[in-house]
């Protein structure tokens, strides 16, 4: 069985590190600088860092500069979000060199081009279900986007490689991620998932690994690692076998 991968997130807005609570624009807890804490996560030991323009997501504007400084900056593999909705902003996220781009709102309201984009760069694109319940949210978590699945089987035809699935209601909160939900995307589709959303323990991570065998690839961790509730060592090795 392979393990888990583990994903420290590096969320930034404003030019700050941030952590928000259910993605709430107004509820950051600030962590300093983006470069720094990527390269933190990097020493400690991550494989990939999950790194995201809440700026771009909101609509609020954008930290493309740092961010591309940061992505170029990492010896480990990185995956961009936020703010990814047309060509020029997918260009310019492929651009810094990450493993792959997470597309949000986009694959909501834009699917001929999520389709397009999808058939031309294969694996380098991964959607972001960010879901209230089972119904998808977009533009910064603010509007509504359809069904969580009949979206899902939309993008699993298009050859979607990957999929984030973000618990809203969990996510920052340190509550434990929705191991329902990962369930039941798992049983949807056949491509891999990653978790994300309210992780809190090593034993939440244990958790996520025991959905390995059906499908969840890796666990985005935020709020946890910059309460200090472990350490990402603790973590990576929790995970190992
Ligand atoms: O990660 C967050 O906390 C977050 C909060 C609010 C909105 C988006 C958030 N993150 C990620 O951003 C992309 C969506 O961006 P877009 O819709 O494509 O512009 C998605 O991966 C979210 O999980």
């Given amino acids: 069985m392979s393990k888990l991968e583990l994903l420290p997130a590096v969320d930034v807005r404003d030019g700050q590190a941030v ?30 860092l999950h790194l995201v323009d809440l700026d771009a997501a ?3 504007g954008d930290n493309r500069a740092q961010i591309a400084e940061v992505a170029r900056s990492m010896d480990i593999k990185v995956e961009l979000s936020g703010g990814i909705r047309d060509d020029a902003s997918l260009e310019a996220a492929l651009a810094t060199g990450c493993k792959r781009v997470n597309l949000g709102t986009a694959a909501l309201e834009t699917p001929e081009w999520v389709a397009k984009v999808i058939a031309e ?9 960010d879901v209230r319940g089972t119904t998808l949210r977009g ?30 209601n969990k996510d920052g909160t340190l509550q434990g991620p929705n191991l329902e939900l990962l369930r039941g995307v798992c049983a949807a589709t056949d491509r891999p998932v990653v978790a994300s959303g309210g992780v809190s323990s090593l034993d939440d991570l244990r958790a ?16 946890a690692l910059y309460a200090k509730a472990f350490t990402l060592e603790e973590a990576l090795e929790a995970v190992s076998s």
């Fill in 121 to 129: 760069h294969g694996d380098k694109i991964a959607v972001g279900l």
């Fill in 139 to 168: 533009r910064g978590w603010t509007r509504d986007g359809g069904d969580l699945y009949e979206t899902l089987a939309r993008l699993d035809s298009e050859g979607c490689a990957r999929y984030v699935v973000t618990d809203i």
């Fill in 58 to 60: 909101f609509g609020t």
């Fill in 19 to 48: 952590r928000l609570v259910h993605g709430e624009s107004g509820s950051e807890t600030s962590y300093g600088d983006p470069l720094q804490a990527a390269l933190a996560w990097q020493r400690a030991g991550a494989e990939w």
């Fill in 208 to 223: 996520i690994a025991t959905l390995v065998p059906e499908g969840v690839e890796g666990a985005i961790v935020g709020k």
